[in-house]
C-alpha cells in the first residue's frame, strides 16, 4: 500500500453545531434508539510503537507518515474540561486509548485529573486504559497513585514469533507478560487481555492462549477481526467467528454462558464449568450488538464520533479554542448524540458484502 491515510483533519475545521436553545444536561441523555450515554473512549495520542497488520500496517503508517503536532493534541485541561460535560450527560465510564496512551508524556496526570471527577451520582468514575503493555511495568505503580482503577492489554498470540509478526516491530510476549505481572502486583483490579484473532495469521493461538490464561487472575477476551478504517486490507473470509472460537475452546475446556455485567457490555461472557475463570467473546462483525452501544469517542484533536465506523468527527475543540461556554458544548454534546441513529454493525451483518460510502475513521485514530 502506497496510498497514505489522512485522519479526517479538514483544512478549515468546522466547529460542532450549537443548538439555538441551551438545555441544562440531565444526565439521563439518549439517542435516536434510546441508548444512553454512559462510555467515553478518549484517544490521548494518534502514535504508536507498535505496527499491528490489523490497525497500523507498516506499509502506511511507514517512517514519513505525518503524525498530528503537539499543538493539535488535546491539553490534559482541555480532556478534562470535557470529560466534565460529558459526565453530566451521563457519562460514567471513561477510557484512555491511543494510539498508544502511555506514549503521551506525562500520562499519569491527565488520570489524576480525571480520577477527581464525579459521576451525576456522586460516585467514582470507572477510569480505565488500554495498552499494548509495551511500557506497562514502568508506568503501572504510577498509573495506580494516580487513580487509574483497571486496565485493558492487548495480546495477540503466546507465540513469540507469530506474536512478533503480528506487531511487526519485534516485540516480545514475554515482556506484555512480565507488563501484566506488575499490573496485577500494584493493585489494578479486573485486567483483561484483548486477542484480535485473524484467520490465517493467528488463529492457531486461541488454544494456547485459552491454556495460559485459565486460572489467572486476568480475563481474555477474543475479538472478531473488523473493518475498521481503510488501511488493514480488511477482508470478511479473515474473521473467525466468535461461536468458531467458542467451539474450539470448550471442546477441551467445556465452557457455559454467564450473564452480562451491565446493558451494552461489548463482551459475551462464558465460565469455565471447572472454576478456571471465564473469558470474552467480543463478535461485532457476526453478532452485532449495535442495540446496546452506549460509548461515544473523543479523537486526540478532540472529535467526537459517535460510532467506531464513522466516516466523519464533530470538531470540539474549535469550540473550544474558539471560547465557546461550558453551555454552548455542552449543548453541542447533547444534540449530536440525541440525532444519533449509528448501527454500522448491523447494517453490515445484513449487508456482508461490505457498506459503501466514504472512507471510515482509522483505529488508531480514536482507539478501539
Not at 443548538?19 to 462510555?39: K, M, S, V, Y
Not at 496526570?109 to 468514575?125: I, N, Q, S, W, Y
Not at 498509573?143 to 492487548?154: E, H, I, P, Y
Amino acid at each position: 500500500m502506497s496510498e497514505k491515510i489522512i485522519h479526517f483533519a479538514e483544512s478549515r475545521p468546522q466547529a460542532a453545531f450549537v443548538p439555538a436553545i441551551l438545555e441544562a444536561p440531565t444526565g439521563t441523555l439518549r439517542d435516536q434508539l434510546a441508548r444512553p450515554l454512559h462510555d467515553l473512549r478518549i484517544s490521548v495520542t494518534d502514535r504508536c510503537n507498535f505496527r499491528c497488520v490489523y490497525c497500523m500496517p507498516k506499509e502506511v503508517f511507514d517512517k514519513d507518515y505525518n503524525y498530528l503536532p503537539h499543538s493539535s493534541l488535546l491539553s490534559f485541561e482541555e480532556i478534562t474540561r470535557i470529560a466534565r460535560l460529558f459526565i453530566a450527560h451521563g457519562v460514567e465510564k471513561i477510557r484512555l486509548t491511543g494510539g498508544e496512551p502511555l506514549l503521551r508524556k506525562n500520562i499519569e496526570k491527565l488520570v489524576a485529573m480525571l480520577a477527581e471527577l464525579k459521576t451525576v451520582h456522586g460516585k467514582p468514575l470507572d477510569l480505565t486504559l488500554t495498552t499494548n503493555g509495551s511500557l506497562l511495568a514502568r508506568k503501572a505503580q504510577s498509573l495506580k497513585d494516580a487513580g487509574l482503577q483497571r486496565v485493558t492489554v492487548s495480546l495477540d498470540a503466546m507465540d513469540d514469533a507469530i506474536f512478533k509478526r503480528m506487531n511487526d516491530v519485534d516485540f516480545a510476549v514475554a515482556d506484555v507478560l512480565n507488563g501484566l505481572d506488575v499490573a496485577h502486583a500494584v493493585g489494578l483490579q479486573s485486567i483483561k487481555v484483548n486477542m484480535v484473532v485473524k484467520g490465517g495469521m493467528n488463529d492457531q493461538e486461541i488454544l494456547p492462549m485459552a491454556r495460559y490464561f485459565k486460572g489467572t487472575p486476568f480475563i481474555l477476551r477474543f475479538i472478531e477481526y473488523m473493518d475498521v478504517g481503510a488501511s488493514n486490507g480488511w477482508k470478511l473470509d479473515e474473521v473467525v467467528p466468535s461461536a468458531e472460537v467458542a467451539r474450539r475452546i470448550g471442546a477441551e475446556m467445556p465452557l457455559a454462558p454467564v450473564a452480562a455485567n451491565y446493558t451494552g457490555e461489548t463482551a459475551e461472557r462464558w465460565r469455565y464449568l471447572d472454576g478456571g475463570g471465564e473469558i470474552g467473546l467480543i463478535s461485532s462483525v457476526t453478532q452485532a450488538f449495535c442495540k446496546d452501544c452506549s460509548r461515544a469517542r473523543l479523537s486526540t484533536e478532540g472529535k467526537l464520533y459517535t460510532c467506531l465506523f464513522a466516516t466523519r468527527g464533530h470538531d470540539l475543540r474549535a469550540l473550544m479554542r474558539n471560547g465557546a461556554s461550558d453551555a454552548e458544548i455542552s449543548g453541542a454534546v447533547g444534540h449530536l448524540w440525541a440525532a444519533r441513529g449509528d448501527r454500522y454493525s448491523e447494517l453490515r451483518t445484513s449487508n456482508t458484502a461490505g457498506l459503501p460510502g466514504a472512507q471510515k475513521v482509522e483505529m488508531s485514530y480514536i482507539g478501539g
